[in-house]
Nanobody
Framework: VQLVQTGGGLVQTGGSLRLSCAAA????????VAWFRQAPGKEREFIAG?????????YYEDSLWGRFVIFRDNDRNTAYLDLTDLRPEDSAVYYC??????????????????WGQGTQVTVSA
């Protein structure tokens, strides 16, 4: 299974970005997908996850809920993370991940089986 990320880049404070995570070798609707981020000198941080539970499957880091939205397009076999109202402290490398367990609600990166290559998001003040 490969996860290929696109999106990211440089944006001003208050701006928005969409990150994409295209899956190959697995149907995105059969796995739990999640997004994490890691800033320099900091630990990896969970952002949001989406399992296979119809209409109830998304879960978020409490402090990020409302600004970031996770969703997937099964036809495109791609997961997305919409970032809004971005702040300089959101600057980090963002990673998508997938777990074979489609019922997962894990916020622990160690529970995910596959990872994207990472994409840089930089928010200027």
């Amino acid at each position: 299974v490969q996860l290929v990320q696109t999106g990211g880049g440089l944006v001003q404070t208050g701006g928005s970005l969409r990150l994409s995570c295209a899956a190959a070798g697995k149907r995105i609707g059969t796995v739990t997908v999640a997004w994490f981020r890691q800033a320099p000198g900091k630990e990896r941080e969970f952002i949001a996850g989406l399992n296979t539970w119809h209409n109830r499957g998304s879960y978020y880091e409490d402090s990020l809920w409302g600004r970031f939205v996770i969703f997937r397009d099964n036809d495109r076999n791609t997961a997305y993370l919409d970032l809004t109202d971005l702040r300089p402290e959101d600057s980090a490398v963002y990673y998508c991940a997938a777990a074979e367990d489609g019922n997962s609600q894990s916020r622990n990166g160690g529970d995910y089986d596959y990872w994207g290559q990472g994409t840089q998001v930089t928010v200027s003040a």
